[in-house]
């Protein structure tokens, strides 16, 4: 893909400002012949189609209750169901207002993330039903977890990780792995609100979205941003597990992260499952290499997925 193409993906954000529009690494070589492709394609966001997907991916977990298993190996089998599954770009955008979009068969980079933490959370749940599912989605997406217009999705994916962290649905690891500060004001999508649908037609989604950009900008000054740069990933890979949210981190002006994925532990080591706009979800076997491909790149943050709520346990 060239460099025209990579920046037509800013016209069609997927709501939250990654744009998956800088992947340098798109035939990045991935090795998907030890797992099974299982996602399939009913109709975008069609309930019954959804609920039938839903149930055959909770059957094919029958074998083995997943409550008997690590969290990191749940959030590992879960991802890798959806090998394969279609790439689409603007899922999100869909409509003049806003709407719970829920996928099991194709994704952009974010919904992909959202999805396997809802799914897993579920699956590990005392009552693991669609309905839970779908509800799941809704507080991992939107400001406490409540869906109320276009403005409480969380846009920002510093953002998404810190309003998560507050309910305990993550926990940001970067500061703690030896992150250093991001400096960055935030303030791409005021700056580019033509890019945006639903700025570009509404001037009160306009103004709230500079108003959370404010918002974002005294957290931020309270508790600054992290990162860990590019040639560090390497160092860290002993402290990494399977299912680790993965922010790709730039140095474009107003934007702190690009693209996100998962964790993936392979035969060869520290790799990284995301819903690429090469296509589809797939696996890239090293993920600092992956990230030295990526345009603009500085490095990433990283978050775990928190499941005590879920489980009902203290860990």
Not at 166 to 176: H, K, Y
Request: some cysteine.
């Amino acid at each position: 893909m060239g460099k025209f193409g990579k920046i037509l993906f800013l016209t069609t954000l997927v709501g939250i400002v990654i744009g998956d529009f800088l992947v340098e690494n798109l035939s990045d070589n991935h090795e998907n012949s030890h797992v099974s492709v299982i996602a399939k394609s009913p109709s975008n966001n069609d309930r019954t189609a959804n609920q039938r997907e839903y149930q055959r991916l909770l059957a094919s977990f029958s074998d083995r209750p997943p409550s008997t298993l690590p969290i990191n190996q749940v959030l590992q089998s879960v991802s890798t169901k959806f090998l394969g599954a279609t790439y689409r770009e603007g899922l999100l955008e869909q409509g003049k207002t806003e709407k719970l979009f829920v996928s099991l068969t194709e994704f952009d980079c974010v919904l992909f993330v959202e999805t396997v933490l809802a799914f897993s959370r579920n699956l590990i749940s005392a009552n693991p039903n669609y309905e839970n599912f779908v509800q799941n989605v809704e507080e991992i997406r939107y400001v406490n977890g409540k869906l109320d217009g276009y403005c409480s999705r969380l846009h920002y994916f510093s953002e998404w990780i810190r309003d998560n962290q507050r309910r305990n649905i993550v926990r940001d690891l970067t500061a703690e792995l030896g992150g250093i500060t991001l400096d960055k004001t935030l303030n791409f999508m005021s700056s580019n609100w033509q890019k945006y649908p639903h700025l570009r037609n509404s001037e009160a989604n306009y103004q709230c979205i500079l108003a959370m950009e404010k918002k974002i900008a005294v957290e931020t000054k309270a508790e600054p941003l992290h990162y860990i740069p590019t040639k560090k990933i390497h160092s860290i890979y002993p402290l990494l597990k399977a299912g680790d949210i993965i922010a790709v981190t730039t140095n474009l002006k107003g934007l702190e992260a690009t693209h996100t994925g998962l964790v993936y532990l392979t035969p060869k080591g520290v790799g990284f499952i995301h819903a690429s706009p090469s296509g589809q979800v797939t696996v890239s076997n090293d993920l600092q290499r992956y990230i030295e491909g990526v345009d603009q790149a500085i490095g990433i943050m990283v978050a775990r997925p928190v499941m005590a709520i879920a489980q009902n346990v203290g860990k």
